[in-house]
T-cell receptor, first 112, second 115 residues
């Protein structure tokens, strides 16, 4: 089945700086890579996703890059703001009967 | 359109008991998947249902089971509860399922505490 590793587990950045979260996956057949954001006490919500036929996708301050050869993808947040503080999860589709496999999450802390 | 609804919001049980959690998907969504969330392990996939059939199953013991009804509502059951089953159980719905690389809409979860 799919194995998704996510780093770092905790990331603290100054407000206004950039944040980068990285994930690696094991199944070369995976073709869809979503990122979910979970604010404290709230449900996870999709913030951006990328499919394997593109290398980069942007949505305002958020971007995701994909390197299929190296089997890793990254979330980039620029000009971080207090409301970016949350836990971020990457995911990849599991092979066969594994459903969607999530990374263990990154707790992003925005320091004022 | 109403979001994904999970009931109850909180549950406290003792070891050895069983529990049933409920999930009502967004209207029109036919796929429901379940995840266990714990601080150390993140989100772990339990199972996915589509049109009353289990489509996928994660690596959990047989004490964890589920079903889906004709109106797409889903329930999951945990029998013979263990302390390690304490977690937030999230369900997510989508139109036709994760195999089609769809956006998942999560419920607020059921926080289960096993004493």
């Amino acid at each position: 089945g799919e194995n998704v590793e996510q780093h770092p587990s905790t990331l603290s950045v100054q407000e206004g700086d950039s944040a980068v979260i990285k994930c690696t996956y094991s199944d070369s057949a995976s073709n869809y890579f979503p990122w979910y954001k979970q604010e404290l006490g709230k449900r996870p919500q999709l913030i951006i996703d990328i499919r394997s036929n593109v290398g980069e996708k942007k949505d305002q301050r958020i971007a995701v890059t994909l390197n299929k050869t190296a089997k890793h993808f990254s979330l980039h947040i620029t000009e971080t703001q207090p409301e970016d503080s949350a836990v971020y999860f990457c995911a990849a589709p599991g092979g066969g009967a594994d459903g969607l496999t999530f990374g263990k999450g990154t707790h992003l802390i925005i320091q004022p | 359109k109403a979001g994904v609804t999970q009931t109850p919001r909180y549950l406290i049980k003792t070891r050895g008991q069983q529990v049933t959690l409920s999930c009502s998907p967004i209207s029109g969504h036919r796929s429901v998947s379940w995840y266990q969330q714990t601080p150390g392990q993140g989100l772990q996939f339990l199972f996915e249902y589509f049109s009353e059939t289990q489509r996928n199953k994660g690596n959990f013991p047989g004490r964890f089971s589920g079903r889906q009804f004709s109106n797409s509502r889903s329930e999951m059951n945990v029998s013979t509860l263990e302390l390690g089953d304490s977690a937030l159980y999230l369900c997510a719905s989508s139109l036709v399922g994760t195999a089609f690389n769809e956006k998942l809409f999560f419920g607020s979860g059921t926080q289960l505490s096993v004493l």
